[in-house]
């Protein structure tokens, strides 16, 4: 079964510091790997995404993560943090497809990242 | 549309009460699915259509958890005889293909409480 462990509940930086939240995964075969952000009231948007190739995945609002499969882990970053960056931060993975389709996206529990100015 | 529209996208419904949650995908997008999410918590999996095809049904709670998309394109959640362990942010996300890389596109959900 697919799992996906985000260790921290609530990460607090301050403004133009670099951040780090945390993701490990467990799943069979080559995982495809997925950061969300939730704002409040709203739905999941994308941030990156990684299928296969260069292990560090560049996305969306200068974020970035980097696949370490020996350590399997999918860690979020960004070098420089802004207020505007607070909100909730999801961890996806999902295994490979089977022959009835897609496979779902199995979530963390997410951690809250606060930036403060 | 431009993006994966939900509605409504608030609803108070008495303990007992029967609700339908709308779903109205990307056009063209293959996959749906359906999450639950609990206040604090990451989304749980629910459950997941290729056009008008569940193919995954695993993640509904109960029997009292139905969903349907006859055309392939918009899907209804009904929960029936509603109790308070309902409320929850039902997401609903397409994606355009089926296989295992694509992202999804999530719609902002609809907030059920039980009262």
């Known amino acids: 079964a697919q799992s996906v462990a985000q260790p921290e509940d609530q990460v607090n930086v301050a403004e133009g510091n670099p951040l780090t939240v945390k993701c490990t995964y467990s799943?069979?075969?080559?995982?495809?790997l997925f950061w969300y952000v939730q704002y409040p009231n709203r739905g999941l948007q994308f941030l990156l995404k990684y299928i296969t190739g260069d292990n560090l995945v560049k996305g969306s609002y200068g974020f970035e993560a980097e696949f370490n499969k020996s350590q399997t882990s999918f860690h979020l970053k960004k070098p420089s943090a802004l207020v505007s960056d607070s909100a909730l931060y999801f961890c996806a993975v999902r295994g490979p497809s089977s022959n009835s389709g897609n496979t779902p996206l199995v979530f963390g529990k997410g951690t809250r990242l606060s930036v403060i100015a | 549309g431009a993006g994966v529209s939900q509605s409504p996208r608030y609803k108070v419904a008495k303990r007992g009460q029967d609700v339908a949650l709308r779903c109205d995908p990307i056009?063209?997008?293959?996959?749906l699915f359906w999450y639950q999410q609990a206040l604090g918590q990451g989304p749980e999996f629910l459950t997941y259509f290729q056009n008008e095809a569940q193919l995954d049904k695993s993640g509904l709670p109960s029997d009292r958890f139905f969903a349907e998309r006859p055309e392939g394109s918009v899907s209804t959640l009904k929960i029936q005889r509603t109790q308070q362990e309902d409320s929850a942010v039902y997401l609903c996300a397409s994606s355009f293909g089926q296989g295992g890389g694509g992202g999804y596109t999530f719609g902002s959900g609809t907030r059920l409480t039980v009262v």
């Open positions: 056009s063209g997008h293959v996959s």
């Open positions: 799943v069979s075969g080559n995982p495809y």
